[in-house]
């Protein structure tokens, strides 16, 4: 039988179109597993993968509590861990509550309509360049309170940057990658010097003026990663959105109820989210399931896996849009799961409001091509069409 890094090769055409029979194979004969290529041990289960999240003690997002080093450029929420994290994220999150996410959702399900009104009936277009990418960087850009960059150009640094997080598998993004951060960097060092507009930058910028450089370097650099993290998910997720009612046209009818509607976006994404892992660093030695880890080893909760879990879901492999309750790992879990959530989930219910207000309705056309990438699982092209 092959190993297990044969089997699962996560930048392999198959895998990338549909992993989850894989994943299922691994969690039932291997849910604890070395991967080569990824040098981790990768976890397949929910409560595995929940553990490792939760336990912040024994496994580290920051590499500097096991020796490592993180680049300046680099330091932000995302790289502490609890409790050094705490001021940073209370913070921002702070600062998110204040925004009017309703007034967000109701100019986003304008725009979407506005997109859909400039396809023609009948013409084949690409629902992630046409929708998904100008729906997520207005969204996030509209949250932040700053002027949304043009969206092809930032769709291209952003996805340099979601593909040089799988250096590992592919050495050759790295590079790409560091220049793509740098571009980023410099945009939003012109938020930071440009007047304040109103929205979460300019809350959080008045919150840091008086502070040490050390904290406003941490509250740049998450501004930074929150403008990248919550444009590259919320991208992701409505591409596989938008996929899904594709694929399952009952799904979007049974969601014009809008309490179905409520729990539907969550199960979109537990069905086929967009963040498909993420790394750990074990502390100390610890044990799951059967195997030992050794302390500087690093695991992986794979969250595409954890989400099938037929001991966490019940019927794991269907959409069942009413699903309560509904503890997915779509978008991580605890302090390090990803702070643009709310917009996220606040941009796919005004995707699918403005499918269902639209005269037409959204039709698919062959195969899409799904992006080169491990930790994102989303799409390069999407083709549909609209037909009346």
């Known amino acids: ?31 604890v597993f070395w ?49 050094q994290q705490g001021r940073i ?51 996030v850009a509209d949250l932040l309170g700053v002027e949304p960059p043009p969206y092809a150009e930032f769709a291209a640094v952003s996805d340099a940057i979601m593909r040089s997080m799988d250096g590992g598998l592919d050495p050759s993004v790295v590079e790409p990658g560091r220049i793509a951060r740098q571009q980023l ?41 929150m403008f990248q993290g919550g444009y590259s998910t919320t991208a992701a997720a409505v591409g596989n959105a938008v996929h899904t009612l594709l694929t399952h046209p009952h799904a979007l009818r049974q969601l014009r109820d809008r309490a179905v509607l409520a729990t539907g976006v969550d199960e979109l994404v537990r069905f086929d989210g967009p963040v498909q892992g993420t790394t750990r660093i074990a502390v100390r030695a610890c044990r799951i399931g059967d195997v030992d880890i050794r302390p500087g080893q690093k695991v992986v909760p794979l969250f595409a896996a954890a989400n099938r879990d037929p001991e966490a879901f019940t019927r794991p492999g269907q959409l069942v849009l009413d699903r309560t309750p509904n503890r997915h790992l779509g978008y991580g879990w605890g302090p390090h799961s990803c702070i643009g959530t709310t917009v996220a ?44």
């Open 1 to 31: 039988m092959p190993s297990v890094t044969d089997r699962y090769v996560p930048l392999d055409a198959t895998i990338l179109r549909d992993p989850y029979p894989v994943l299922a194979e691994l969690r039932a004969s291997e849910p």
């Open 89 to 139: 994220r209370s913070l921002f999150m702070t600062a998110l509550h204040a925004q009017d996410l309703a007034a967000i959702e109701l100019r986003a399900r304008r725009l979407v309509l506005g997109r859909l009104e400039d396809q023609a009936d009948g013409e084949v277009f690409n629902a992630v360049s046409e929708i998904a990418v100008p729906l997520s960087v207005a969204v």
């Open 35 to 83: 991967h080569e290529g990824m040098e981790s041990w990768a976890l397949t289960r929910y409560a595995d993968c929940v553990r490792v999240l939760r336990d912040h003690a024994t496994f580290a997002r920051d590499p500097r509590r096991t020796g490592g080093t993180v680049a300046e450029p680099s330091l932000s929420v995302q790289s502490l861990d609890p409790p």
């Open 185 to 225: 960097s410099d945009l939003v060092e012109s938020w930071f010097a440009a007047s304040p507009q109103p929205g979460l930058l300019a809350r959080v910028r008045a919150s840091a003026t008086g502070g040490d450089a050390h904290t406003r370097l941490y509250v740049k650099n998450t501004a930074r990663v």
């Open 345 to 388: 989930q606040a941009a796919l219910r005004a995707l699918i409001t403005a499918l269902n207000e639209h005269p037409a309705h959204l039709v698919p056309v062959g195969d899409g091509v799904r992006r080169r990438a491990a930790t994102m699982r989303a799409f390069d092209t999407l083709p549909a069409l609209l037909h009346r």
